[in-house]
């Protein structure tokens, strides 16, 4: 089963609040990853630390934050969002950046009322 | 750029009949191309992945992909399908380094008994 853990799996926030996601690998990796899957559309690449440095940002509205204080851990705060960023937000890790696979959480589905 | 294109939404297939996954991609690197499964609640799990060396790329659980540079195809297969593939499969490009990976749009494979 994965390594990545997810956490908390299902969010349900105002446009107002702040709220954080959390993710953990236990793999020992160096590279982590958020993604977002909306319904109907493709998966996004939203940031990437390698690491622990930010190596990219899909151009992510700042209303989204990460934060990598180590290898192991990769935050995601979230504030003043929007009912469109509603999705299911996804962390993977890998060796590295680069043609490493990458081991993904299971997710956790984010509705923003 | 690059792009991917998985050209089918939906496939349906009975329990033991051959699958056949359908992707086609652009890139103007040479790319690296990959094959991930999602099963309903879990994250993505990579299945097989094409990254310059043979074009015939055997992968977890019975799938297999040919790299076609000619029809610019990856299109992933199996031999008989088995209940348990039922899942959405997503076709992944980037370039030669792994980086700026591109998700296809997801086709969701059902398995009839």
Redesign the interface.
Known sequence: E?G?TQTPRHLVMGMTNKKSLKCEQHLGHNAMYWYKQSA??????MFVYNFKEQTENNSVPSRFSPECPNSSHLFLHLHTLQPEDSALY?C?SSQQ???????????TRLTVT | AQSVTQLDSHVSVSEGTPVLLRCNYSSSYSP?LFWYVQHP??????LL?Y?SAATLVKGINGFEAEFKKSETSFHLTKPSAHMSDAAEY?CVV?D????K??????TILRVKS
Do not use: D, H, I, M
């Open positions: 994965t990545v109907k559309k493709p998966l996004e690449l996804l993977a950046r680069g043609l490493y696979e990458q081991y993904f959480g299971p997710g | 690296s609640n879990k994250g993505l799990q990579l992945k990254t997503f980037s030669e380094y792994g980086n990976l591109v998700f296809g749009a997801g």
